[in-house]
């Protein structure tokens, strides 16, 4: 899956889970059969990225973390929210610049630092800006000048439709794998990992890229699919109006 200039890794994946039954006729000598936990098959990559496709058209919402490198950038993220991006939040730190991003109800705010102010408006209006918004949000008409981040845009930027043919053959090794005490499909690519949950809904969990840190390096993981609290709008103290934003 090819990397993205935004955010340094933009893949996604959720597969299935296959489970085996205990062998027919197979008995415990002496005793009742007492239940048996079914073995936890990892299924073929051909097998899971189709269904990882079908499963990231039809989300709608989710929160995706993410820590990458792109050459000497270095930044990190959090985007969480309905895909149809009527409520949103994007966080976004790089060096010591960062700003966030909040729409509800198809109105949007943002809440930038002196250092994201100063990169993008300059010294002289990022003192002035700082001056009356600092550590408010700051409502916006045109929050679009920043870029698209909702997670509707950031799943669509993710080529879906070519999982099956130019990610499958990739993969090299499959395992059961642990993560942060939950069970996971584990798939190992040329430049790319892959964690799916292998229980309940088989789901994203995480991706860490492993290739040259001239394409982008770093992992992102993926939580709350279609089960995101809306986020609320902020208090009218909170909230100042500057104009040509």
């Not at 994946?13 to 048996?36: D, F, I, K, N, R």
């Not at 550590?135 to 929050?143: G, L, P, Q, R, Y």
């Not at 996971?184 to 949950?197: E, L, Q, V």
């Amino acid at each position: 899956m090819l990397l993205s200039a935004t955010a340094g890794v933009l893949l996604a994946l959720t597969g299935c889970s296959a489970a085996v039954e205990q062998p027919a006729g197979a008995t415990t000598a002496g005793s009742e059969a007492g239940p048996v936990e079914a073995e936890i098959v990892v299924p073929e990559a051909k097998e899971i990225f189709p269904k990882t496709s079908a499963a990231i058209k039809k989300a709608t919402s989710a929160t995706v973390i993410g820590d990458i490198a792109n050459g000497s950038e270095k930044g990190n993220f959090e985007l969480s929210g309905t895909v149809d991006g009527t409520n949103s939040l994007m966080k976004m730190n790089q060096d010591d610049a960062s700003i966030e991003l909040l729409t509800v109800d198809n109105v949007s705010y943002m809440k930038p630092n002196k250092a994201f102010l100063t990169q993008t408006a300059g010294a002289e209006a990022a003192k002035k800006l700082n001056s009356v918004a600092a550590d408010k949000w700051i409502s916006t008409k045109n929050a679009d000048q920043f870029g698209d981040f909702t997670v509707g845009s950031f799943l669509a930027s993710m080529d879906t439709d070519e999982l099956g043919t130019m990610e499958a053959p990739k993969i090299n090794k499959k395992s059961l794998d642990d993560l942060n005490g939950a069970k996971a499909f584990k798939y190992t690519g040329s430049d790319t990992i892959f964690w799916i949950a292998a229980e309940g809904e088989p789901h994203l969990l995480k991706i860490e890229s492993t290739g040259s840190a001239s394409d982008g390096t770093g992992f992102m993981t993926f939580s709350e699919w279609n089960a995101v609290k809306p986020h609320e709008t902020p208090a009218k103290s909170d909230v100042v109006s500057v104009p040509g934003l």
